[in-house]
């Protein structure tokens, strides 16, 4: 303030002091020196002295340097200025005073992010972050509990203070009459009893995530007691321990995204890893390769799926073929799906006949369909050409026809239900003549005929059947080629696993 004395008086002509009364003595403090003096002493006539609102016992003195010119006039054009100066100058003086005060709780807040902002897990800090908290505002005891949403549980990950052996590891959210529980549900500061932990106040505060433009979520607690010298905990206190929850919560919700994302990243790997299995343990057209022309596409509605479809040579002018949609997609549809491929591989023999076949697998799949209720449509047809016949079981698939060198496709209709659906009874066998050279077998599944185009349209087994008949005489693989396009231009998501197999033999 001193320094603002000698330009005020410049720009008002005149010389400025400040002095302060004390009792009956003047103290000059700021401004020219000179002598102190009584208040009984007799002023220079065109000195004034002009109190100061706000500061009592602070007077300015105005001694104007040029004749006709009253000390008062200037002192009011002076005191507004000068007040407004004092007043800012208290004001940074608090704020100084109250930085200072709040140092150790500043330096805690930046600690905390610190130590969170490492990519540290918040249970690796819980204690160093306890411990900071406690020191700062008083208190002997802490405690940190994070929600688990999936058993509606508090748990407890880092304790500070005197051991306890009865607190609670956990407390479920479902009980409002404890006071962690109240103040997680309630999202606000509780303060009460804790028993078994403390005999006197506690203090508990949410950790609340607040997501940019979402609702705030809480995602634990921080609770404080034993504050030191007794009482209640300060608002300001609790101030500081309602932002050290913040910090807390926003890591943990990073905690959970990373973590999230890495399950992801990881499923995503399995996922890729497990299509590559399934596919794999689908044959290629290449095993008949000689003895017969066969094509299959087969595409999941997931990385996983359920249909299934195999070929192999049972002997010289024979060949097995079979297809199965399980009744749903996805990972447990996939499992049930190689738990039949690997079944048929362990079970069925050259010489085992169709109905035997579905009987051994239904043996061996049986448990798995009841526990997981799902359903399995199954054909299973062997074609020889010595004997100039198909022979077959289908037990409940629907979409399987055989397409005659000329005339409309005959359906080769079922002749048991599917696996799952019935727990017992013959799967039954049909044989038929086959005009080997030009008759062809078409199985495909229900993913294709249900496929829907975005007014809700469905793709239809008509239409496929129309398709196979207008095209019967193309390359197998030419024609499986043209369905999948055109179902993929009809449009829409798929919604089941898709799989089309054709063969001439």
Do not use: C
């Amino acid at each position: 303030m001193r320094g603002v004395l000698a330009p005020l008086g410049a720009l008002a002509a005149a010389t400025l002091r400040l002095w302060r009364l004390t009792g009956e003595q003047w103290e000059l403090v700021g401004g020219p020196p000179e002598s102190s003096r009584s208040s009984t002493d007799q002023a220079h006539p065109v000195v004034s002295r002009l109190a100061i609102e706000g500061v009592p016992g602070l007077y300015l003195e105005v001694r104007p340097e040029g004749a006709g010119v009253q000390a008062e006039d200037i002192g009011r054009r002076i005191l507004p200025v000068l007040e407004a100066l004092l007043e800012a100058q208290r004001n940074i003086g608090a704020v100084t005073d109250e930085l200072a005060s709040r140092y150790e709780e500043i330096d805690l807040l930046y600690s905390i992010g610190q130590l969170l902002g490492h990519r540290h897990a918040v249970e690796e800090v819980a204690s160093v972050i306890l411990r900071e908290v406690s020191s700062v505002v008083g208190a002997r005891r802490a405690g940190l509990r994070i929600y688990d949403e999936e058993r509606r549980v508090l748990r407890i990950i880092a304790l500070s203070g005197p051991p306890s052996t009865t607190i609670p590891p956990e407390v479920s959210i479902d009980e409002p009459d404890l006071l962690v529980a109240r103040s997680f549900l309630t999202g606000r500061i509780e303060v009460g009893t804790l028993p078994g932990w403390v005999d006197g106040e506690a203090m508990v505060v949410p950790i609340i995530y607040s997501a940019v433009g979402g609702a705030p979520r809480p995602v634990g607690t921080l609770s404080l007691a034993e504050r030191a010298g007794g009482g209640s905990f300060t608002r300001e206190e609790t101030k500081l321990v309602a932002a050290v929850a913040t910090q807390i919560g926003a890591a943990l919700e990073n905690a959970r995204l990373v973590a999230r994302e890495r399950d992801r990243e990881r499923i995503a790997r399995e996922l890729e890893l497990a299509h590559d299995l399934q596919v794999k343990l689908l044959p290629t057209p290449a095993v008949l390769r000689g003895a017969a022309d066969v094509a299959v596409r087969t595409r999941p509605a997931e990385a996983l799926g359920g249909d299934l479809y195999t070929f192999v040579r049972l002997g010289p002018g024979r060949v097995g073929v079979m297809i199965g949609d399980v009744s749903s997609h996805g990972f447990a549809a996939a499992l049930i799906a190689a738990q039949v491929m690997a079944a048929f591989g362990i079970h069925v023999r050259p010489t085992t006949p169709p109905e035997e076949a579905l009987e051994l697998l239904r043996g061996s799949l049986s448990a798995d369909l009841e526990r997981t209720e799902m359903h399995l449509s199954l054909f299973y047809g062997v074609l020889d050409r010595a004997a100039g016949q198909l022979t077959y079981s289908n037990a409940g698939h629907p979409h399987v026809f055989r397409l005659p060198g000329k005339g409309g496709a005959e359906r080769l209709v079922t002749t048991a239900p599917p696996l799952g659906l019935s727990p017992g009874g013959a799967f039954g066998a049909r044989t038929i003549p086959w005009q080997f050279g030009r008759d062809l077998l078409a199985l495909f599944t229900d993913g294709l005929v249900d496929q829907q185009d975005a007014a809700g349209h469905r793709f239809g087994e008509e239409r496929i059947i129309g398709r196979l008949e207008a095209g019967r005489t193309l390359p197998p693989d030419e024609l499986v080629r043209l369905i999948f396009d055109e179902v993929a231009a009809f449009g829409g998501a798929p919604g089941d696993d898709r799989t089309l197999l054709l063969l001439r033999m």
